[in-house]
């Protein structure tokens, strides 16, 4: 008997997918396999323990649906959505989203119309993505302002970027490296994450290095 992963994937640590679930079990009737990540929605180059458990069993062949709240929960970039929607269809399981709905409607087109269907929907919803994030990437450059020292402030004017490190806490730094110190116990007494301590001594060692 075939069977259907609703699959979960949460942003942040501090995301209650509870919600999510109770809305993707409304999509069956049947038992269900829950599978879990917790990552960032942005990163879809990086490998997820759960979505590759569902792709196993996808390809088993005993999956005949897969549940998810949205679309983006898969992939958000439209190519690899796609190539996803394929994967499935080459192992005979159907996709569900709570929040695309127009997912039952194709899924009952018949063949070859459904294909055409996905192909369509699934482009324009990556075309409005894009144009969206280009809209967005404007509206944060219009937004971005540089005072006569040419620091970077919003068009509130607060300072954007990191605060630089004062020179009395380099210098601090230094000593510390100098007395014998680990990166890690200089990272703990300066506060100071030890990647950003490590640029420090590198570029101190740099510029005090002798030449012969």
């Known amino acids: 008997m075939k069977k259907t992963i609703i699959y979960i994937r949460t942003s942040t640590e501090d995301q209650e997918p509870k919600n999510q679930i109770k809305s993707c079990e409304n999509l069956t009737k049947s038992e269900y396999i829950l599978i879990q990540d917790k990552q960032s929605a942005f990163k879809d180059n990086i490998d ?15 999956i005949e649906h897969f549940i998810v709240w949205d679309l983006d929960r898969i992939f958000r970039n439209r190519k690899k959505l796609k190539e996803f929607f394929e994967f499935c269809k080459y192992y005979n ?4 989203s709570v929040n695309q709905e127009w997912l039952e409607q194709l899924n009952n087109i018949p063949e070859p119309f459904n294909e055409i269907m996905h192909e369509l929907m699934l482009n324009l919803m990556g075309w409005l993505s894009e144009d969206e994030s280009k ?75 002798k030449t012969p």
Do not use: M
């Open 48 to 62: 997820r323990e759960g979505f590759n458990l569902a792709k196993k069993n996808i390809k088993s062949g005993n």
């Open 135 to 209: 809209k967005k990437s404007e509206r944060i450059k219009l937004s971005i302002r540089k005072d006569k020292q040419g620091n970077t402030k919003s068009y509130k004017g607060n300072r954007w970027g990191r605060k630089p490190i004062h020179q009395n806490k380099i210098k601090y730094i230094i000593d510390l490296y100098n007395e014998g110190l680990s990166y890690s116990k200089i990272s703990k007494k300066a506060n100071i994450s030890k990647g950003k301590i490590s640029q420090i001594i590198t570029v101190h060692k740099t510029f005090t290095q």
């Open 93 to 96: 399981c159907s996709i569900h």
